[in-house]
């Protein structure tokens, strides 16, 4: 079955019932049983939920997977991913990530005696430098947040095939329509679905696929265990939102490439980053590995100063500046005082987050009316 026949239809099926074609909210919180333990498949909505097993056998599909899970947030499903890990474990990450990804590893899973390697997977040797026996895991975001590096998903499995170790991508900024890290060899990818997979900004939530089954069944013994499920609301509406997954991340690919070009003309306009410009380092791997470079678009200014950032920032008008990204409407950020502020200043000067650096989530409005709203603000 191909992408967009899939995102409409996969998972679900018209309500034995009644006939509904959409999912109905399964508002409940437990199932009856016939006799103890002789059910429907349904005990307790921690466990399972019928709408959210819909869901999370579209999320599966996705990503040619076996197995989907989903999540209260993104950060609950890496929350997840940590907690398959033991004191003495050692993750090799990439240095550049979502703020909240690098604080939950550096604030509290270092303190549970996992110990994280920060580097740049975009070099495989970089990444076999910090190998030890002791890594269990590596943690790849590709494109990252916010300065849009891709790694080379398939070279990294491929160099560490023989480890006793786990590869998960964090697969948020690319949607499973444009890369699918899981036939690449990764073991685990992970998704914020408050991002594409939402698409409308009004639903926070997560999820992890994969095909191995020994891995699925640690996954659902934590997400039951530990609890940080979707509620059927929040189910029902990503179920609805990935049915045009395919339709808006088009959309969202054609803008960005504008906005890209456009802001290269710019003159205040130092460096723009975006995969999909022969300008990016990582363009040609992006070509290679994903199938379009996505919504997102970064840039720096020539005064490269928090100030000059806040003045465009205040000015954007069609743009709202706000924290997350993926949703139909375009959103601007400034990384370094809002996702990216709980990395230490000099860290993220180190890896390039410059003050000045200011992250566009593209949306589907008309681009017309996105250029000139960046136009007079950068005036
Ligand atoms: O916000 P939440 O659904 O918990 O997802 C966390 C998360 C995980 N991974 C990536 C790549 C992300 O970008 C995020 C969340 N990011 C933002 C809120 C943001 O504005 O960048």
């Given amino acids: 079955m191909k992408f967009g026949t899939k995102a409409i239809h996969a998972g679900v099926e018209p309500d034995p019932t009644t006939g509904a074609i959409m999912t109905p909210i399964y508002q409940s919180t437990t199932f009856a049983q ?9 005990e ?27 999540f209260a947030s993104g950060m609950a499903a890496t929350d997840t991913i940590i907690k398959m890990l033991r004191p003495g474990d050692e993750v090799i990450c990439a240095q550049d990530m979502y703020g909240g990804t690098y604080r939950i590893f550096t604030r509290l899973f270092s303190e549970f005696g996992i110990k994280f390697h920060f580097v740049d997977t975009r070099d495989v040797a970089n990444v076999k430098a910090v190998l030890t026996p002791n890594t269990k895991l590596v943690w790849l975001e590709t ?58 900004s009004d639903v926070v939530g997560g999820a992890i696929m994969c095909n191995d089954s020994k891995l699925a069944e640690k996954l659902h013994f934590l997400q039951n265990s530990c609890g940080a499920v979707p509620a059927p609301l929040d189910c029902f509406l990503l179920l609805r939102s990935i049915k045009t997954l395919h339709l808006r991340m088009e959309a969202h690919n054609k803008n960005a490439a504008i906005v ?18 022969e300008s990016h380092n990582g363009h040609e791997l992006a070509k290679k590995q994903m199938r379009g470079f996505g919504g997102m678009v970064s840039f720096i200014l020539k005064d490269d100063s928090e100030e000059a950032a806040f003045r465009c920032l205040e000015k954007v008008k069609v743009f709202t500046l706000a924290e997350s990204l993926g ?26 987050i410059r003050p000045s650096l200011i992250r566009l989530s593209v949306g589907v409005e008309d681009v017309e009316d996105l250029t000139a709203d960046l136009a007079q603000a950068l005036r």
């Fill in 34 to 42: 016939a006799s103890p333990g002789k059910h429907k498949g349904y």
């Fill in 44 to 70: 307790y909505a921690r466990t399972q939920n019928p709408t959210r097993k819909p869901l999370e056998a579209a999320l599966a599909a996705l990503e040619n997977a076996k197995y989907g899970f989903a």
């Fill in 143 to 200: 494109p990252t947040n916010p300065l849009l590096e891709i790694s080379d998903v398939q070279a990294i499995c491929q160099a560490l095939k023989n480890e006793d170790l786990m590869v998960v991508v964090d697969n948020t900024f690319a949607t499973p329509y444009l890369q699918n890290p899981l036939d690449l060899g990764a073991h685990l990818v992970t998704h914020s679905s408050t991002k594409y997979l939402g698409g409308h």
């Fill in 260 to 277: 890209a070009k456009f802001l290269e003309t710019i003159p205040s306009v130092a460096k723009v980053i975006y995969p999909g410009l």
């Fill in 327 to 352: 949703g139909v409407e375009s959103l601007a950020c400034h990384p370094g005082t809002m996702t990216h502020a709980s990395i230490p200043v000099e860290r993220r000067l180190e890896i390039g």
